[in-house]
């Protein structure tokens, strides 16, 4: 190949007569060249392309991404000591004698040697050359070419090209620099970008309250990686909040872990080092946590033990009527599902899926339980006096910080405060058995600690995990014992 040619980004040296290469200069004086080729699957181009189209009405001019091959191959004219030093990756492949690439370089110095040649003063097609192939099967992107060289220009402490900094492409960035194992100079870098990270926008829903959009879902699951993997540990502790409140469709019954869409989906819809599992463990247990105080009252008023509050006059239709008005509520909410034992029934399927519900939104339809009442005389015998303090109290658990993800505690103590560890999926169901069970039980004196009025506290840190870790939950607890301790004719002994 004669002449010079336009690579994707940048200035182009002349390209190389030994390779047929395309040359980009990230360093003039560089002494090496690396031959990537890049590997973009047919799908990813295809939704690539389908995103470019202009909506109807819009004139408005596609990207060129017809140019775009499956396979491109570019060469990049850089420094080996700034890439040995700066990359952990080019580091072993490039000095350990045992790997092809180092022994081709040091033939090729070699030669240059013999010539009198210095690698600085060289022709690009002069220098020894290092293969390297990457294909998109972590990102999924169109982007990945010019990625790839921002990185490059990042390592010798040059500005990158890109003109328009995204999520996507800080995402598309991070994978690269896990990749290649150079992520503390990349997080110096994106620090002093001072990117302002986007708002992960809602969208109103009549029944599940806000929810998220599939973009919108993966533009946080973007932050999170991010996050992750260029130690940002305050964005790290909100992106995982917001997660696990918000849910996700790839926790949802019907996504596949073995189908297409799980197949081509990007590093950050399966994200690393467990955090995916512990996410959806995590919010699994708040649900469990907040769907256990329904069970508890309707067990409560479906049992023999007599809820009404009237005292001598306690009358077990006010009982009848306050379950029947709680069944009718939590029903009409969509928090409450019957069915029946007819093999051609139907009901079960339009069980809502809660893998993207927002939970803030659950606690609020609870809120919304009326004060019912039989008559003008039971004032206080309804589910709404009884429910409003625990409700009160998981709100107050909810905002502590043990459940986000501390992303110092998580890299050197997983098994401290993992979550998912509580429940080995590993133990038999005879040893489940065996296990005694950790039951959290709701009293006044926790409705009314003070130190759930400091945002932080460790105390309340402890408690959460507590509550929310918990295999069974008592919310009355102390409404039995005061039954049990009194009893007609006879008081309890003096203390």
């Not at 598309?172 to 970008?193: E, G, H, I, M």
């Not at 919108?216 to 790290?236: F, G, M």
Request: hydrophobic residues 40%.
């Amino acid at each position: 190949m004669a002449g010079t040619a336009e690579g994707p980004d940048g200035d182009l040296a002349e390209s190389s007569a030994k390779t047929g290469l395309q040359i980009v200069d990230i360093a003039p004086d560089g002494d090496i060249v690396l031959d990537v080729t890049f590997e973009t699957s047919k799908e990813t181009l295809k939704a690539a392309r389908k995103a470019a189209k202009p909506r109807p009405g819009q004139d408005v001019a596609a990207p060129a991404l017809a140019v775009l091959k499956p396979k491109t191959r570019f060469g990049y004219r850089v420094q080996l000591s700034v890439l040995k030093q700066n990359s952990k990756y080019f580091d072993n492949l490039l000095s350990d004698a045992r790997f092809t690439e180092a022994r081709s370089i040091e033939e090729g110095f070699r030669q240059l040697s013999l010539r009198n040649v210095k690698p600085s003063d060289a022709d690009a097609n002069q220098l020894p050359v290092v293969k390297i192939h990457e294909d998109d099967e972590a990102t999924r992107s169109v982007d990945q070419l010019s990625v790839f060289e921002d990185l490059l220009r990042i390592l010798h402490r040059q500005q990158s090209t890109s003109k328009a900094v995204t999520m996507h492409y800080l995402a598309v960035l991070a994978v690269l620099a896990d990749r290649f194992d150079c992520t503390a100079l990349v997080s110096r870098y994106v620090k002093a970008l001072k990117y302002k990270w986007p708002a992960t926008p809602t969208r109103p829903s009549r029944d599940d309250g806000p929810s998220l959009s599939r973009a919108a879902e993966e533009t946080l699951r973007q932050k999170i990686l991010v996050a992750w993997l260029l130690d940002q540990p305050l964005k790290l502790h909100a992106a995982t909040r917001e997660l696990i409140m918000s849910g996700s469709r790839r926790w949802s019954a019907s996504w596949d872990d073995e189908g297409p869409e799980s197949n081509m989906a990007p590093a950050w819809w399966d994200l690393p080092d467990d955090l995916e599992r512990e996410l959806h463990h995590r919010r699994a247990c708040i649900l469990a946590t907040i769907a256990s105080i329904q069970q508890h009252f309707l067990g409560l008023y479906t049992s023999r033990t007599r809820q009404c509050k009237l005292g001598y006059d306690s009358s077990a239709s006010c009982d009848s009527y306050q379950l029947g008005e709680m069944v009718k509520f939590l029903t009409s909410r969509g928090l409450l599902f019957l069915t029946d034992f007819s093999p051609f029934s139907s009901s079960a399927v339009a069980q809502r899926d809660f893998a993207t519900v927002d939970i803030p939104s659950l606690l609020a339809a609870l809120k919304q339980c009326p004060s019912y009442q039989i008559d003008k005389n039971h004032t206080n015998c309804g589910l709404r006096t009884r429910l409003l303090p625990v409700l009160e109290y998981l709100q107050a658990m909810l905002s502590s910080n043990v459940v986000s993800i501390s992303r110092q505690a998580w890299a050197k103590d997983r098994e401290g405060v993992a979550w998912s560890l509580n429940d080995d999926d590993d133990e038999s169901e005879e040893a489940r058995t065996k296990k005694k069970s950790r039951v959290f039980r709701f009293t006044r004196g926790l409705a009314s600690d003070q130190r759930l009025r400091y945002e932080g506290a460790m105390a309340a840190d402890r408690m959460a995990r507590e509550l929310f870790t918990a295999d069974e939950w008592d919310w009355t607890a102390e409404e039995r014992d005061d039954v049990r301790g009194i009893e007609f004719g006879r008081w309890p002994a003096a203390r």
